[in-house]
């Protein structure tokens, strides 16, 4: 009897380290083609003809002073959507793949804004020799003034937030956490002067239709 309860149970735990197994295939899955889609946009981009750039720096842009302390959002951030994500990508696979169909379409359709109506803008030079001056300088030496509009920074957080809202295995604070860390994202860029105030609703917009969008997707019915 005991060893028939035995046999019965390592199944289960057998069954269940399946399940998971294939659960971190899945995510991992969606991980590589979102990041795929976002790297080939980011970078392909730059090698195809454009039109000449646009500048929308506006009298309010000029307004705004840089704060290279801003920096550290830009680049913690990373930190926030990778593990924003695969806590999202967990929650169920109609929810994940509703949540990759979007990023993959908000990135493509920006691509093709990046093509279509490419922006610009002139950025300061940074003299300061703290750690945030010399972060500020690192950042504008490895990303050039491209591919502002909009602004993929905030999208990406912006799916974060719209993501996280649908998540029932995820804390309430957390969507709330999410929209601050969005906030946040929005006032960096601008304080680190890599964007202009127009590439933070162009952002939301393109994300947000990207979000509905993907709804219009058929589900994949579970086996």
């Known amino acids: 009897m005991h060893r028939i309860w035995y046999n019965e149970a390592y199944i289960f735990r057998g069954g269940d380290r399946i399940k998971h197994r294939d659960q971190v295939r899945f995510v991992l899955h969606c991980v590589l083609l979102a990041l795929g889609t976002q790297l080939l946009v980011y970078y392909a981009t ?18 705004i002073p840089v704060a290279p302390v801003w920096v550290t959002v830009y680049f913690l951030v990373f930190v926030d959507w990778l593990a924003c994500a695969i806590a999202i990508l967990f929650e169920n696979r109609s929810h994940a793949r509703w949540f990759t169909a979007a990023y993959v379409i908000g990135m493509l359709m920006a691509g093709v804004i990046f093509v279509v109506y490419p922006c610009t803008m002139e950025r300061p030079e ?16 490895i990303d050039t003034p ?11 957080t912006y799916f974060c937030w719209r993501g996280s809202m649908g998540c029932d295995t995820l804390p309430k604070w957390f ?14 860029i601008l304080f680190v002067k890599q964007h202009v105030l127009a590439d ?19 589900e994949k019915s579970e086996e």
């Open 46 to 63: 730059r090698l195809i003809p454009t039109p000449p750039p646009h500048m929308l720096t506006s009298r309010l842009d000029e307004a």
């Open 126 to 141: 940074i003299l300061g020799s703290d750690p945030f001056s010399l972060m500020m300088r690192l950042l504008y030496r």
């Open 146 to 156: 491209t591919n502002l509009f909009p602004s993929l920074h905030v999208m990406i």
């Open 175 to 188: 969507s709330t956490l999410q929209f601050g860390i969005l906030i946040c994202v929005c006032l960096s």
């Open 200 to 218: 933070i609703p162009a952002a939301i917009a393109v994300g947000e239709l990207a979000l509905q969008l993907a709804k219009l997707l058929p």
